[in-house]
């Protein structure tokens, strides 16, 4: 979802312009749901790389 075609009730300018603070809280409150702290794709490698090292391990075992 994006900001960019809200207007505002309070300046009646486009949010994403941030003319008035209820613009610039709103479009805050947007932007920052827009995904967590940290990105999926990071978690992702982080659990590729557990993996990777739990088999390197499990191989190191079996030889
Ligand atoms: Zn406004």
């Known amino acids: 979802m994006s900001c960019e075609h ?3 009730a309070r300046c009646s300018s486009p949010v994403v312009e ?3 603070p209820t613009c610039r809280v709103a479009r805050a ?3 920052h749901h827009h995904g967590p702290a940290v990105p999926p794709s990071v978690i992702l490698i982080a659990l590729v790389l557990a993996f990777a090292l739990a088999f390197a391990l499990a191989l190191q075992h079996l030889s």
Do not use: D
């Open 6 to 8: 809200l207007i505002c």
């Open 18 to 20: 941030g003319r008035c």
């Open 29 to 31: 409150e947007i932007h």
